[in-house]
């Protein structure tokens, strides 16, 4: 059973940058999409960014283009998140999530993500 633990969370100040990673234990990544999805506290989880089982191709919403940058080292079994120019609107916990596929779909429905990591805390604050 293939199991994800988030961590690079924290405070930071509006403009800052976080890097978050998504490791994987009890089988390979590599087989995997994974995305990246968070939750704000009294909105629902949002999908984030996913990026295909080889890393060739990625996607982002909206919200984060131009900011946040997800990569992942299968040799490392990790995922990681690049977090730039944060914003106080960023503060949410974030998950990562492997897809039942080794591609991204257009739209980052959750029910196609199969494994969840547990979360890790994001803060935006001055």
């Known amino acids: 059973q293939l199991q994800l633990v988030e961590s690079g969370g924290g405070l930071v100040q509006p403009g800052g940058s976080l890097r978050l990673s998504c490791a994987a234990s009890?089988?390979?990544?590599?087989?995997?999409?994974v995305g990246w999805f968070r939750q704000a506290p009294g909105k629902e989880r949002e999908g984030v960014s996913c990026?295909?089982?080889?890393?060739?191709?990625?996607m982002y919403a909206d919200s984060v283009k131009g900011r946040f940058t997800i990569s992942r080292d299968n040799a490392k079994n990790t995922v990681y998140l690049q977090m730039n120019s944060l914003k106080p609107e960023d503060t949410a916990v974030y998950y990562c999530?492997?897809?039942?596929?080794?591609?991204?779909?257009?739209?980052?429905?959750?029910?196609?993500?199969?494994?969840w990591g547990q979360g890790t805390q994001v803060t935006v604050s001055s």
């Open positions: 990026i295909k089982n080889s890393g060739g191709s990625t």
């Open positions: 999530a492997a897809h039942r596929y080794p591609y991204c779909s257009a739209y980052m429905w959750e029910y196609q993500y199969d494994y």
């Open positions: 009890g089988g390979t990544l590599d087989y995997y999409a």
